[in-house]
Nanobody
């Protein structure tokens, strides 16, 4: 049974940082690309970042470039999302997702999803 479990969310002040983790089990992790998405209250799910199977290629939504960094450790079956310079508009539930194809921005292309972790940016 495939499981993706996000952790690391919480409450942080504007300008602060958080590192999210996505731990995978039940799949050959190194053969899956992984993406992070988020969903704010009352809004649709939004692409954040994605990383390919080896970790050598990444892409980001424009509003996250320079602030967020996605990385992975295949030996630990884990993907990370380092989030810096957080803004109130980054408040959302953050989800990781895995797919056997190349990294991508389209949520419908992903095969497996975690339950999400809440990130709240507020003073």
């Amino acid at each position: 049974q495939v499981q993706l479990v996000e952790s690391g969310g919480g409450l942080v002040q504007p300008g602060g940082s958080l590192r999210l983790s996505c731990a995978a089990s039940g799949l050959t992790f190194s053969t899956y690309a992984v993406g992070w998405f988020r969903q704010a209250p009352g809004k649709g799910r939004e692409f954040v970042a994605a990383i390919n199977r080896s970790g050598g290629s990444t892409n980001y939504a424009d509003s996250m470039k320079g602030r967020f960094t996605i990385s992975r450790e295949n030996a630990k079956n884990t993907v990370y999302l380092q989030m810096n310079s957080l803004k109130p508009e980054d408040t959302a539930v953050y989800y990781c997702a895995a797919r056997t194809g190349p990294r991508g921005r389209v949520d419908a292309h992903y095969d497996y999803w975690g339950q999400g972790t809440q990130v709240t940016v507020s003073s």
